[in-house]
């Protein structure tokens, strides 16, 4: 990481910069952190990866170098406060669930074979939330049937 530690000012002025930059910046921002978290065995490699792939999606001139700050303030608070990393993990397997193309960024993230083991875990914990969102229950299903007869017939 550039710099482990962030003042308070600092970390302000990061945040300031990027609030402003929309639902899909934000979950950039959550996502890339969480992950860079979750391989901080491997933080360099993991904040390179992060890097590339913020430079890829952030299309605003100027910004993806904000967003990347982002990035390494999220960890540096991850690091000295486990409970917020949890919390935000949290968040990263609903905002991946309900919005399943951002899944693309965790396989970009966690990709090779040190990286299987966390790139199970998110998918395993994604796709138990997506079928429990997404599945209907046994009376719904059974009244939906029934409606669909009755408008047949």
Do not use: C, P
């Not at 990347?68 to 990263?92: F, K, P, Q």
Request: glycine share 4%; no cysteine; hydrophobic share 40%.
């Amino acid at each position: 990481m550039s710099q482990m530690h962030f003042s308070r000012i600092q970390k302000f002025i990061i945040r300031w910069k990027t609030r402003s930059l929309g639902a899909d910046i934000d979950a950039l921002i959550l996502i890339v952190s969480v992950l860079v978290y979750m391989g901080r065995n491997e933080m360099t490699e993991q904040l390179e990866i992060a890097k590339q792939i913020i430079n890829n999606r952030v299309k605003q001139t100027g910004m993806a170098h904000v967003v990347y700050e982002r990035v390494e303030v999220e960890v540096a608070e991850y690091l000295s406060n486990e409970g917020l990393y949890i919390r935000a993990r949290d968040r990263m397997f609903e905002e991946i669930t309900h919005d399943i193309q951002l899944y693309g960024i965790a396989l970009d993230m966690l990709q090779g074979e040190k990286n299987a083991s966390k790139l199970q875990i998110v998918r395993s914990v994604v796709q138990k939330a997506y079928d429990e969102e997404y599945t209907i229950n046994k009376e719904s299903k059974r009244l939906l049937e029934s409606q669909e007869i009755s408008l047949k017939g």
